[in-house]
């Protein structure tokens, strides 16, 4: 059954469809479409920051049913500037691959980028700082913190990058956004981190709300522009952002800010209530796999995460019963595949644990990019798989029970 049909009307090959809605939570499913195919949702994004996937050939993507891949536009600042092709000389070269980013990818694929402002917040913190995405039980923030190597004014951040004086700002930020081409990119936001207090969280909300102004003014309207709700931790301000930005024109929107697991699902449920339904909602850095379950009984369309690439790197593997760490001893001599019944390249190739084991140790760098490729696979392969079986799930109506069967067994 159809709910919605709501075309944008900024190009007649993008728009967001609801198919079906859970009757239990906010969960929905939905097809996203780009001028570069469809994205079915709810669906994992994954992180190429560079415009590409380290280890893996363009041709693995596609056979990992990968459906959504986003990039960093502040790493792909200095090459996009660079490059002297125009698109249509580099849609010359290959019919397809007619944008910048699916020319780095080397590959036709739906493509999103982020604003470039998270990295720059980033430059803000000290090394001893490690206040990320989310602050871990772990890490212990310098109360002392100073944001001595950033400047924010109305225009945007100016900031100290590898020895020189830098700029980012909203309009520059479209412009940025707009060489590299994604289908999907979005509004530069002042990001915060847990650390800051309510006050300055408040003036983070207006000038997100002014800089969201500047974006879909100076936007490139064949790009779908998602907006960003911050707020922090602060009901108040989250519903204020979500209320102000929601109420824009923009063609889905994104939920930024940095928080601690718990915090997810709370949060979600003060901003998405304000957010319109027909539209889709992204969800940026957040993808463990509770963390999946909770985004989507929310209300989540898309979220992105480096979690199953940056895992794999390090032979760090899913599966249905939880972690599997093939470097351990205990794998030397395994000759099974990864996970029985999985489908990914790796394990219906039949390469063992052993094996990747041994190419993952490995200090060839050629054995061991080998090695990494078959974890990535598997990775990639089990996430996409996730959501694919979540789908399946929303579409026979018994999400609920798939997810606690799933969570169940994972955790066992
Ligand atoms: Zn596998």
Same mark, same amino acid.
């Given at each position: 059954?159809?709910?919605?049909?709501?075309?944008?009307?900024?190009?007649?090959?993008?728009?967001?469809?609801?198919?079906?809605?859970?009757?239990?939570? !906010?969960?929905?499913?939905?097809?996203?479409?780009?001028?570069?195919?469809?994205?079915?949702?709810?669906?994992?994004?994954? &992180?190429?920051t560079?415009?590409?996937?380290?280890?893996?050939?363009?041709s693995?993507?596609? *056979?990992? =049913?990968?459906?959504?891949?986003?990039?960093?536009?502040?790493?792909?600042?200095?090459? &996009?500037?660079?490059?002297?092709?125009? $698109?249509?000389?580099?849609a010359?070269?290959? /019919?397809?691959?007619?944008?910048? #980013?699916?020319? *780095?990818?080397?590959?036709?694929?739906?493509?999103?980028?982020?604003?470039?402002?998270?990295?720059?917040?980033? #430059?803000? @913190?000290?090394?001893?700082?490690?206040?990320? /995405?989310?602050?871990?039980?772990?890490?212990?923030?310098?109360?002392?913190?100073? !944001?001595?190597?950033?400047?924010?004014?109305?225009?945007?951040?100016?900031?100290n990058f590898?020895?020189?004086?830098?700029?980012?700002?909203? /309009?520059?930020?479209?412009?940025?956004?707009?060489?590299?081409?994604?289908?999907?990119?979005?509004?530069?936001?002042?990001?915060?981190?847990?650390?800051?207090?309510?006050?300055?969280?408040?003036?983070?909300?207006?000038?997100?709300?002014?800089?969201?102004?500047?974006? +879909?003014?100076?936007?490139?309207?064949?790009?779908?522009? @998602?907006?960003?709700?911050?707020?922090?931790?602060?009901?108040d301000?989250?519903?204020?952002?979500?209320?102000?930005?929601?109420? $824009?024109?923009?063609?889905? @929107?994104?939920?930024?800010?940095?928080?601690?697991?718990?915090?997810?699902?709370?949060?979600l449920?003060? &901003?998405?209530?304000?957010?319109?339904?027909?539209?889709?909602?992204?969800?940026?850095?957040?993808?463990?796999?509770?963390?999946?379950?909770?985004?989507?009984?929310?209300?989540?369309?898309?979220?992105?995460?480096?979690?199953?690439?940056?895992?794999? !790197?390090?032979?760090?593997?899913?599966?249905?019963?939880?972690? $599997?760490?093939?470097?351990?001893?205990?794998?030397?001599?395994?000759?099974? &595949?990864?996970? *029985?019944?999985?489908?990914c390249?790796?394990?219906?190739?039949?390469?063992?644990?052993? /094996?990747?084991r041994?190419l993952i140790?490995?200090?060839?760098?050629? +054995?061991?990019? =080998?090695?990494?490729?078959?974890?990535?696979?598997h990775? $990639?392969?089990?996430?996409?798989?996730?959501?694919?079986?979540? !789908?399946?799930?929303?579409?026979?109506?018994?999400?609920?029970?798939?997810?606690?069967?799933?969570?169940?067994?994972?955790?066992?």
């Amino acid at each position: 059954m159809i709910n919605t049909i709501k075309k944008t009307h900024h190009s007649s090959t993008a728009g967001f469809t609801i198919i079906k809605k859970d009757k239990q939570t !906010r969960a929905r499913l939905g097809i996203l479409t780009t001028p570069h195919g469809i994205i079915k949702t709810p669906s994992y994004v994954f &992180v190429g920051t560079y415009g590409k996937f380290l280890h893996l050939k363009p041709s693995d993507i596609p *056979k990992t =049913k990968s459906q959504l891949v986003i990039a960093n536009t502040f790493h792909l600042w200095d090459t &996009v500037l660079q490059s002297n092709k125009s $698109m249509r000389q580099l849609a010359e070269k290959n /019919k397809k691959l007619d944008t910048f #980013l699916t020319q *780095k990818l080397g590959l036709n694929i739906p493509t999103m980028t982020d604003s470039g402002g998270f990295q720059v917040l980033s #430059l803000a @913190f000290g090394d001893k700082n490690k206040v990320g /995405k989310f602050m871990t039980g772990d890490s212990k923030p310098d109360a002392s913190y100073k !944001r001595s190597k950033i400047r924010i004014t109305q225009k945007g951040v100016h900031f100290n990058f590898k020895g020189e004086k830098s700029f980012l700002g909203p /309009k520059l930020s479209m412009k940025l956004q707009s060489k590299i081409g994604a289908d999907i990119i979005f509004a530069f936001d002042q990001i915060t981190s847990p650390l800051d207090d309510y006050e300055y969280n408040r003036k983070a909300v207006e000038l997100t709300d002014k800089w969201a102004k500047i974006c +879909l003014k100076t936007r490139d309207p064949k790009q779908m522009l @998602f907006g960003i709700v911050q707020g922090g931790l602060f009901k108040d301000l989250r519903i204020k952002s979500a209320k102000s930005i929601g109420f $824009m024109p923009f063609d889905g @929107f994104g939920i930024g800010g940095s928080y601690t697991k718990k915090q997810i699902s709370k949060m979600l449920k003060w &901003v998405v209530p304000y957010l319109p339904e027909e539209k889709p909602r992204h969800l940026l850095g957040v993808g463990k796999v509770a963390d999946v379950f909770e985004a989507i009984d929310n209300g989540i369309d898309t979220f992105d995460c480096v979690i199953p690439t940056r895992e794999a !790197r390090h032979g760090r593997l899913y599966t249905k019963t939880g972690h $599997m760490d093939i470097r351990r001893g205990a794998f030397s001599n395994d000759k099974k &595949v990864i996970e *029985k019944g999985c489908g990914c390249l790796t394990c219906s190739s039949k390469i063992s644990r052993s /094996k990747i084991r041994a190419l993952i140790k490995n200090e060839d760098r050629e +054995l061991n990019a =080998k090695g990494q490729r078959w974890c990535l696979m598997h990775n $990639m392969w089990f996430f996409n798989n996730l959501l694919n079986e979540i !789908r399946a799930s929303l579409a026979r109506g018994s999400y609920q029970s798939y997810k606690t069967k799933f969570l169940k067994k994972f955790n066992s």
